[in-house]
Nanobody, 119 residues
Framework: QVQLVESGGGLVEPGGSLRLSCAAS????????MAWYRQAPGKQRELVAQ???????TYAESVKGRFTISRGNAENTVYLQMNSLNPDDTAVYYC?????????????WGQGTQVTVSS
């Protein structure tokens, strides 16, 4: 069983920055993908950014150049640095990890952390 715990959300003014953290506990194999998704009210959950165990990153077009996903020194920790935030970034942000173990796919989610961008 894997548990994901997010932190770092909050209220920020337009143009501000926030840093989200996700700490994963449990058994995660060496090959995995960790990601941040978000879901705004009335909208579908969407991928914001992901990073593979090999370090390859992918971003949604709407956050390219503003958000940076990275892994921490601690094992199985991932961050999302969010700069130049705007009201469209308001959403619940979820941490996710996906991996395959003995041909079985696993998909775990955190509880989410609210990010609100407003003046």
């Amino acid at each position: 069983q894997v548990q994901l715990v997010e932190s770092g959300g909050g209220l920020v003014e337009p143009g501000g920055s926030l840093r989200l953290s996700c700490a994963a506990s449990g058994s995660i194999p060496r090959v995995y993908v960790m990601a941040w998704y978000r879901q705004a009210p009335g909208k579908q959950r969407e991928l914001v950014a992901q990073i593979t165990s090999g370090g390859t990153t992918t971003y949604a077009e709407s956050v390219k150049g503003r958000f940076t996903i990275s892994r921490g020194n601690a094992e199985n920790t991932v961050y999302l640095q969010m700069n130049s935030l705007n009201p469209d970034d308001t959403a619940v942000y979820y941490c996710n990890v996906k991996f395959v173990l003995v041909t079985i796919p696993y998909d775990y989610w955190g509880q989410g952390t609210q990010v609100t961008v407003s003046s």
